[in-house]
């Protein structure tokens, strides 16, 4: 009798001490996923375009203090969806999973919000956060129309029937993994809620702005800029589980991390996009490389460690946009052309 072979975890939980947790409310197109450690990792963020929502954020940049965070947060709702940081830190606080200062707990996170289809619907709740933090567990992180994914669409620059139906396609929660070797692995989960369309390591379009007599209009067609929706964001959390010493490399590894969104979305980091990139570290492992490695990381290129580190990062962040799209689901919308936000699995080779 053989085995199964078991399914290798490409999410973020792959990481030992971590924990995802979606709240989904598919009727209201919202939801908030949250990324609990165990203990404070070390947090770097980096942020693009002109309109990024964040909490606690600013500790996170060089020259501030206070670095390490016990979880991060993605939310719907535009800038209501940061009232779910105050159910999640209470949550925290009720189960005793933060630091303590003096007889208080003071639970530090930080997190990032989406201007997600759901703010057609109805006000946000923050309770969601509470929701996402107690569903939380270290088993792989389900993708696609759950949590901070499950209103959030791509390709919004032009609407279609003279600007008055959405041309976007759904997109949603991804993850992806890169095995570097020696036991070092780089997990990315990316909320994907894009103003430009997600385009294909061959240049052509997966899913995107759609169009009335071709599959896709891309942005250089557009001399109208007609959008309702004035905020759209990809979100990028990247979990790796080696210790590069200095905040300074982890912001280094962030801004390389960006470049997979740059690979994968056009246009992107425009001045109505939010777009933002969170990487941490478990920090289990403290050496990347084989006998090999001496003849590289030298003086003269004292960080060849971490441009290993943030270049697979990269890799992980366009990989996850991706899976994003592939695990979406077509979702009704009124509004939408066809009465539709159609998932790529629908859309391909359909007239939708």
Excluded at 49 to 61: E, K, Q, S, Y
Excluded at 68 to 92: H, P, Y
Excluded at 246 to 271: D, F
Excluded at 325 to 340: H, K, L, S
Aim: include cysteine.
């Amino acid at each position: 009798m053989y085995m199964k072979k078991r399914r290798e975890n490409n999410t973020l939980t792959a990481l030992s001490g971590i924990k995802v947790g979606h709240s989904t409310h598919l009727d209201k197109l919202t939801g908030c996923t949250v990324v609990v450690f165990d203990k404070p990792y070390p947090v770097a963020y980096k942020a693009y375009g002109g309109a990024p929502g964040t909490f606690n954020t600013d500790l996170l940049r060089n020259g501030s203090s206070f670095y390490k965070r016990w979880g991060l947060f993605v939310a719907g709702g535009s800038l209501t969806g940061l009232m779910s940081a105050s159910e999640i830190m209470k949550s925290m606080i009720e189960k005793g999973t933060s630091s303590r200062n003096a007889n208080i707990i003071n639970p530090s996170i930080s997190g990032a919000i989406v201007f997600d289809l759901g703010t057609r619907i109805e006000q946000f709740n923050a309770i969601y956060g509470r929701e996402a933090f107690n569903h939380a567990s270290n088993e792989p992180v389900a993708n696609g129309n759950v949590g901070a994914g499950t209103g959030t669409a791509v390709g919004k620059f032009q609407y279609l029937e003279e600007g008055t139906k959405s041309g976007a396609m759904k997109a949603g929660v991804g993850s992806a993994r890169i095995n570097i070797g020696n036991h070092i692995i780089v997990c990315a989960l990316s909320v994907v809620n894009a103003l430009g369309n997600v385009v294909k390591p061959d240049g052509t379009i997966l899913v995107g702005n759609r169009d009335e007599q071709k599959k896709f209009k891309t942005f250089d067609d557009t001399t109208d800029f007609v959008t309702s929706d004035k905020m759209n964001t990809t979100i990028s959390i990247v979990g790796i589980n080696i210790d590069l010493k200095s905040r300074e490399n982890y912001e280094r590894v962030a801004h390389l991390a960006s470049h997979g969104q740059v690979r994968a979305i056009n246009p992107v980091h425009t001045s109505i996009d939010g777009d933002v990139v969170f990487v941490f570290s478990t920090e289990e492992k403290s050496f990347l490389f084989n006998q090999y490695g001496k003849y590289f990381e030298t003086p003269d290129w004292s960080h060849f460690s971490v441009d290993i580190i943030g270049n697979a990062a990269a890799k992980a962040v366009q990989d996850s946009i991706y899976h994003a799209c592939y695990e979406a689901e077509t979702i009704p919308f009124e509004g939408a052309y066809n009465g539709i936000i159609p998932a790529v699995k629908d859309y391909l080779g359909r007239n939708i």
